[in-house]
């Protein structure tokens, strides 16, 4: 959640104000139109977290199935510094193993189930991979698996940065994959980690994209990018306002639209930039990302989200932006 303090009330409600016209200014300012031929791109989050294990090589096989155009992995280290694909700290969230992934060697965690706490949304509280464990992969192991043709995003969640950087550029290196590969990452600390590799392509720091973001919400000013970058952030953002008073504080939570047609048109005066819409699971969210023009949408589910992408591709030419909902979620 995004917390903003803000001294005295009458500018407090000014910026909710602001904030809040984000959510009901309709996407049409950008177009009235869009071609279903161009609906954004899906991008499977952690290879489809929805439809099965996430990170797994049976979620990434399944994400090419329902036909997402992106797959989206995590990246840690193991403790023999293998690149391994798992995303929370301890590895009792998702597995039936326990403590930190590094504690492990890469062959010990793919015979670690990372299915086990999985549950489908067709059958919540039944967990079928206990009965059909599924192991942490290497980050090769995925990269055999995906077709050449297909975008890879690596979001690298482990800390320090440095030997993360070195160890997954020697997976690209010895793969040749770094032309399908751009690398993600909530720590700004791996912008410096992966400057040293000049074929790196990243996103721009979440901190810079969030800047901007919000820079154009609260002060109409847009900070133009340079030109080819990469940025991603949620639809909508839950924001907590905090009112200092004198004889103490108000606190007020509401959900902001980040990306809207202003914060588009300023990505937008840089050439060569791909805008990613983050959390984006339900036809009315997706619908508002195609209005906005973004290239590409964030989704747990691409069984259900390529769906949606067809029944909009089957039924109209154009997709009509006048009525768009404003809907999303938050990711």
């Known amino acids: 959640m995004q917390r903003m303090r803000i001294p005295g009330l009458a500018f407090a409600l000014s910026i909710f104000i602001g904030l809040s016209g984000c959510t009901t200014s309709p996407a049409v300012a950008l177009s009235q139109t869009v071609s279903t031929r161009a609906l954004p ?6 290879g489809g977290t929805a439809d099965f294990p996430e990170n797994t090589l049976t979620a990434i096989e399944g994400a090419l199935a329902h036909h997402a ?12 510094g293998v690149p391994v694909l798992y995303r929370p700290k301890d590895l009792s969230a998702l597995t039936n193993a326990s403590g930190p992934a590094a504690n492990l060697t890469a ?22 991979y206990r009965s059909k464990p599924v192991g942490i992969p290497t980050l090769e192991d995925a990269l055999r698996i995906i077709p050449h043709d297909v975008p890879v995003v ?16 020697r997976v690209l290196d010895a793969l040749n994959a770094w032309p399908r590969v751009t690398l ?20 721009e720091s979440r901190d810079a994209t969030r800047e901007r973001l919000f820079g154009v919400a609260l002060t109409g000013q847009c900070d133009v990018p340079r ?3 990469r940025a991603g952030f949620e639809l909508g953002r839950k924001v907590e306002l905090i009112e200092r008073f004198t004889l103490g504080e108000g606190r007020s939570t509401f959900v902001a639209r980040t990306w809207t047609p202003a914060s588009v048109q300023c990505f937008r005066r840089a050439a060569d930039t791909w805008l990613v819409a983050f ?53």
């Not at 155009?69 to 023999?80: A, C």
């Not at 979001?155 to 070195?166: F, G, I, S, T």
């Not at 989200?305 to 591709?313: D, E, I, N, P, T």
């Open 41 to 46: 791109a899906l991008i499977a989050h952690r």
């Open 69 to 80: 155009d992106v797959i989206w992995l995590t990246v840690q280290l193991s403790r023999d």
């Open 107 to 128: 062959a010990e965690l793919a015979r670690v189930n990372a299915g086990w706490q999985f549950e489908t949304m067709q059958a919540p509280g039944v967990k079928p």
């Open 154 to 169: 690596l979001d690298m969640k482990a800390l320090p940065a440095a030997p993360q950087a070195a160890a997954v550029a």
């Open 184 to 203: 993600y990452s909530t720590e700004a600390e791996y912008q410096t980690a992966f400057a040293r590799y000049p074929q790196a392509r990243l996103f």
């Open 227 to 229: 030109a080819g970058t």
């Open 279 to 331: 959390a984006v699971n339900d036809e009315a969210a997706y619908r508002e990302a195609a209005c906005l023009h973004m290239d590409a949408v964030l989704v747990d589910s691409p069984q259900s989200m390529s769906r949606v992408r067809a029944a909009l591709q089957a039924a109209q030419q154009t997709l009509d932006c006048s009525s768009a909902d404003n809907g999303g979620g938050t990711h």
